[in-house]
């Protein structure tokens, strides 16, 4: 499978607990995307690498969410001190810079957080 | 702030019942428009990109159209297999580094009978 990969699918944990997360993207694409997504609602834009450089960064991401992308390769994304509001699915995406183009994002199939 | 409105919430259809969805949005700097659809529990798959008004694109029962302040998809004789949400997003300059970020709506969740 050439996709986006996730791991874990499916995360419980209790209030407070810190949880990390896994992004593979596909193998030749340099740019990596967070979001976050609830129900009834499109995915929300967390966080942007391109290669290993965090270049942009949510309002909605508050300091107890960070994101690593050490080698330019997987990502991690971090919760700190989870709160039940955290309970989301968080979907990684990855795409190919090519120029000035602006391609398309293409989605892995998520981890849902459950905070209780 | 860039929006992005979609409509209706839900639709339903009768098997080879034609209909569209409605994407209106307020962007500056719209750098692309996207659609993409998503099955229950899973991420959210790409379809269509267009980048200005008055493109077009199709693929098998559906086509996407673009102008310069909404896009539509447009679905010819549905199959039930074609349930799910259609999301739309925009894609524009980041707010702090000018870097293309995507606003998604809400969605449309569509149900075909047979």
């Known amino acids: 499978d050439t996709g986006v990969s996730q791991n874990p699918r499916h995360k419980i944990t209790k209030r407070g607990q810190n949880v990390t997360f896994r992004c593979d993207p596909i193998?030749?694409?340099?740019?990596l995307y967070w979001y976050r997504q609830t129900l009834g609602q499109g995915p929300e834009f967390l966080t942007y690498f391109q290669n290993e450089a965090q270049l942009e960064k949510s309002r909605l991401l508050s300091d107890r969410f960070s994101a690593e992308r050490p080698k330019g390769s997987f990502s991690t994304l971090e919760i700190q001190r989870t709160e039940q509001g955290d309970s989301a699915m968080y979907l990684c995406?990855?795409?190919?810079?090519?120029?000035?183009?602006?391609?398309?994002?293409?989605f892995g199939p998520g981890t849902r957080l459950t905070v209780l | 702030e860039d929006q992005v409105t979609q409509s209706p919430e839900a639709l339903r259809l009768q098997e080879g019942e034609s209909s569209s969805l409605n994407c209106s949005y307020t962007?500056?700097?719209?750098?692309?428009l996207f659609w993409y659809r998503q099955d229950p529990g899973k991420g959210p798959e790409f379809l269509f990109t267009?980048?200005?008004a008055g493109e077009e694109k199709e693929k098998e029962r559906l086509k996407a159209t673009l102008t310069k302040k909404e896009s539509f998809l447009h679905i010819t004789a549905p199959k039930p297999e074609d349930s799910a949400t259609y999301l739309c997003?925009?894609?524009?300059?980041?707010?702090?580094?000018?870097?293309?970020?995507?606003?998604f709506g809400k969605g449309t969740m569509l149900l075909v009978s047979p």
């Open positions: 962007v500056s700097g719209l750098r692309g």
């Open positions: 997003a925009v894609q524009a300059p980041g707010e702090r580094s000018g870097y293309s970020t995507l606003t």
């Open positions: 995406a990855s795409s190919l810079k090519m120029g000035q183009g602006y391609n398309e994002q293409f």
């Open positions: 193998s030749e694409h340099n740019r």
């Open positions: 267009l980048y200005s």
